[in-house]
């Protein structure tokens, strides 16, 4: 059963943009934190961005200030824009999303990144 599905991941040139978008459910969408992670070859998993049920929103250093996160309670999705794309944010991305502290409970599938110099 899919709960989170990620789309518009792809292969862009440094310096270029691509918007990331996560479909969900009604429920999982209104009542969880929802966010992005990535994870490159042989790297740990990092988060980039997260946006609470509210509307707040994190983000990790390396993306501040190119990437923006943001929820769309018309379609139960989240997307994560990201500008001036840069060779190390060549990753798969993973949709996320957690209800309250802890860990984050549900998981995409992954959609891959490839930024080219």
């Known amino acids: 059963q899919v709960q989170l599905a990620e789309s518009g991941g792809g292969l862009v040139q440094a310096g270029g943009s691509l918007r990331l978008s996560c479909a969900t459910s009604k429920i999982i969408f209104r009542f969880n934190t929802m966010g992005w992670y990535r994870q490159a070859p042989g790297e740990q998993r990092e988060l980039v961005a997260s946006?609470?049920?509210?509307?707040?929103?994190d983000y990790a250093e390396s993306v501040k200030g190119r990437f923006t996160i943001s929820r769309d309670s018309a379609d139960n999705t989240v997307n994560l824009e990201m500008n001036n794309l840069k060779p190390e944010d060549t990753a798969v991305y993973y949709c996320?999303?957690?209800?309250?502290?802890?860990?984050?409970?549900?998981w995409g599938q992954g959609t891959q990144v490839t930024v080219s110099s």
């Open positions: 946006i609470s049920t509210y509307g707040s929103t």
């Open positions: 996320v999303a957690k209800r309250g502290g802890g860990p984050y409970d549900y």
